[in-house]
């Protein structure tokens, strides 16, 4: 298993994740540059010889988000034209995933569309952490590795005192992702039940489980413009009257949403993952804590590169 060197190398989106996670494997993080051009286009050339390695590319999806895309497409070819053995592509967060089946007719299927363009383009295996929809992973006919961070936020909370605390789903869609963090603490469960009422809004009918005199930690995938954060108005009105947590693994975190967190004083902590950088806005909100995912992503990559398995590895939603 060991026959071909293992290289890893990054795109230029979020470079410190890649080297925390070669540092945690004791390796040199591969010379590749990624040269953006006045016209918008993207030039990236490797500086190594990748001849019959197993190279592990890692890119997170940054904003703006299509550039990110193509960085990666045009990394997976320089790879496939300079002979490496495998091309395994790290995607902590997984574009468009949210556009993963059609709502309405005449709809794209955007991440069947991303799936499709890694998986040509030569990529021979992918990983991602906690995608929105666990069914993306169907679009590949290579080798995928739904990967969780669920068991690094969980050890993370675990630091603290979780006295009458309990775990809330935003919505039932949710709802499997959140029993196992609840699983994981030994805490309750809570539900709660989403109506959409226009293309861009939801309102919260009703919640299963009790949530009165509790503190709650709301659990999600990501956060973006913040709607996870107006469903704390239906916690308060339900009796809880603790400050409220959230643990949360993609931060997308527009303005709106950082916004929300720094101005409600119901909110006290929120917990997210570096899958992407923090914005230099969320990085000075107190209240935004980051933990690193390169420990479990350099364990990961051990496991493939030596063909160990990574399956209490995986938290499968």
């Known amino acids: 298993m060991d026959s071909h060197p293992l290289h890893i190398f990054s795109g230029s989106r979020f470079i410190q994740l890649a080297k925390d996670v070669a540092d945690n494997l004791n390796l040199p993080l591969g010379n590749a540059i990624s040269t953006f051009l006045p016209d918008s286009e993207i030039h990236v050339i490797v500086n190594e010889v990748v001849r019959e390695h197993d190279v592990f590319f890692i890119q997170s ?3 703006p988000v299509n550039d990110a895309i193509i960085e990666l497409l045009l990394y ?8 490496a053995n495998k091309i395994n592509v790290i995607i902590p967060y997984f574009p468009y995933a949210r556009q993963e089946r059609m709502s309405k007719g005449r709809e794209a ?15 021979t295996r992918v990983t991602f952490l906690d995608i929105h929809n666990p069914a993306i992973q ?18 993370h909370l675990s630091l603290s005192d979780l006295t009458n605390s309990i775990i809330v789903s935003p919505d039932v869609g949710r709802a499997t992702l959140a029993g196992k963090y609840a699983e994981r603490l030994g805490l309750p469960l809570a539900i709660m039940h989403k109506r959409r009422e226009d293309f861009s809004s939801t309102k919260v009918t009703h919640i299963v489980g009790e949530v009165a005199g509790k503190k709650p930690i709301i659990i999600d995938d990501m956060i973006a ?13 339900q ?6 947590w959230l643990s949360i693994t993609h931060p997308i975190l527009l303005d709106s949403a950082i916004d929300i967190i720094y101005n409600d004083p119901r909110i006290e902590r929120v917990i997210v993952t570096n899958t992407l950088p923090l914005v230099e806005k969320a990085k000075q909100c107190s209240k935004i804590e980051q933990i690193s995912i390169a420990p479990l992503l350099a364990e990961i990559i051990r496991r493939i590169f030596h063909g160990e398995s990574i399956l209490n590895k995986l938290v499968l939603s």
């Open 76 to 83: 997976i070819d320089a790879f496939r034209r300079a002979s």
């Open 61 to 63: 999806i940054t904003r």
């Open 239 to 244: 009796g809880v009257t603790e400050k409220v």
């Open 109 to 123: 299927i955007s991440a069947r569309v991303i799936a499709n363009l890694i998986e040509q383009q030569g990529a």
């Open 138 to 155: 169907g679009f590949f006919n290579i080798p995928v590795d739904p990967i969780s961070a669920i068991p690094t936020l969980c050890d």
């Open 225 to 237: 413009g913040g709607s996870i954060l107006k469903q704390i108005d239906t916690l308060y009105d």
